[in-house]
Nanobody, 129 residues
Framework: EVHLVESGGGLVQAGGSLRLSCAAS????????IGWFRQAPGKEREAVSC????????YYADSVKGRFTISSDDARNTVYLQMNRLKPEDTAVYYC??????????????????????WGQGTQVTVSS
């Protein structure tokens, strides 16, 4: 069974940076995707960035393009989310999620949360103004 553990959240001032990590264990699939989602109080969960680990295809929400970078370290089964130039509106609980369905080579990763079957416990990111 796939198990995900996020780390790297915290409190940072606006304009600062954080790097989130998502360590996956129990992965027995060659083709899968990892997505980073976030949920702020009173708001729906949204996809922030996702990566197709087959060939590195990525997705970024418009609100984070140019500021966030997703990457994967296959040897460590770890996916990172580098977050730069953070804004107060980035404040949320960030979750990483795993899916092996709807993942194909040369295709963008799934971005809907219902397409992901395993979720981490979440890590809080707070950006102060």
């Amino acid at each position: 069974e796939v198990h995900l553990v996020e780390s790297g959240g915290g409190l940072v001032q606006a304009g600062g940076s954080l790097r989130l990590s998502c360590a996956a264990s129990g992965v027995a699939f060659d083709e899968y995707a990892i997505g980073w989602f976030r949920q702020a109080p009173g708001k729906e969960r949204e996809a922030v960035s996702c990566i197709n680990t087959v060939d590195g295809y990525t997705y970024y929400a418009d609100s984070v393009k140019g500021r966030f970078t997703i990457s994967s370290d296959d040897a460590r089964n770890t996916v990172y989310l580098q977050m730069n130039r953070l804004k107060p509106e980035d404040t949320a609980v960030y979750y990483c999620a795993f899916t092996y369905t709807s993942v194909q080579p040369h295709q963008p990763p799934p971005v809907a949360d219902y397409q992901y079957s395993r979720w981490g416990q979440g890590t809080q990111v707070t950006v102060s103004s």
